[in-house]
């Protein structure tokens, strides 16, 4: 005869068992989204997906029972905006992600952040395929070159302030340098200044010294004086004798 009470005993063990874990899978789920869901977003508030959304679904104006229409151009263009930005996020993602998982494997960050960064590349994923979606609602296989055309509208913002970074810098180099020219110029006038300043008493100095010493010696009798003197004397005695 088969003993029930010793199957059941198993069979309840495993049911509870089983039970406890789904319980257990069921909350930490839930537990892990909702700290997922209050993490602070990787990226600000997506203001040109915004814009082409109010666009879309413009309401109409107090009093009006009809919106406004808006011109598919300006929808497109606001849809392509919305895709430029959508490069500039994919780019940064990108180039962070190797970054980021090895200081995760180091230890160097925690778990929260690589969570929100998780969040934010499947934010992207949706984001993408959204895009496209709209893209192909407006023209037949516009999503497949929509983010080609978005990628070099994003090149060419690069550029763009790029450029405006070196002139401003250009700018900030070219002033400091006139005002070192500037000050350099000033110090070399100051500097020729004072040699000439000095250099005139030393001159006049020199023409007083010159001056004294001819005057001593004409005065003291020098060499000159007394070889003239010796020869007038000699002069006197000849003419004696003669006479």
């Known amino acids: 005869m088969v003993d029930w009470v010793g199957l059941a005993v198993p069979f309840a063990y495993l049911g509870i068992l089983v039970g406890s874990l789904a ?11 909702a700290n997922s869901a209050s993490l602070e977003p990787w990226f600000p508030p997506h203001l040109q997906r915004n814009i082409y959304l109010s666009l879309l679904h413009l309401e109409p104006e107090p009093g009006k029972e009809k919106s406004p229409a808006v011109p598919e151009s300006v929808l497109k263009a606001a849809l392509l905006r919305r895709a430029t930005e959508d ?6 993602i990108r180039s962070s992600k190797q970054a980021l998982s090895t200081l ?7 778990d929260d952040l690589w969570q929100r960064f998780l969040r934010a590349e499947k934010e992207m994923e949706e ?22 055309s978005a990628n070099e509208m994003a090149q060419n913002a690069i550029v763009r302030q790029r450029v405006a970074g070196l002139q401003a810098q250009a700018k900030v180099d070219r002033d400091w340098w006139d005002n070192k020219k500037a000050s350099i110029q000033s110090d070399f006038m100051k500097e020729l200044g004072e040699d000439s300043a000095k250099s005139r008493p030393t001159a ?8 004294d010493e001819d005057a001593v010696l004409v005065e003291g009798g020098g060499p000159a004086s007394t070889g003239s003197a010796a020869g007038s004397k000699g002069g006197t005695k000849k003419r004696k004798g003669k006479k």
Do not use: H, M
Request: net charge positive; proline share 2%.
């Open 87 to 92: 490069i500039n996020r994919l780019l940064t």
């Open 127 to 148: 984001e993408l395929r959204d895009v496209v979606n709209e893209a192909n609602a407006f023209a037949p296989n516009w999503g497949q070159s929509i983010f080609q």
């Open 204 to 211: 006049a100095t020199g023409d007083k010294a010159g001056s």
């Open 23 to 33: 319980t257990f899978s069921s909350l930490y789920r839930k537990r892990k989204a």
């Open 104 to 110: 995760l494997q180091r230890g160097s960050v925690g």
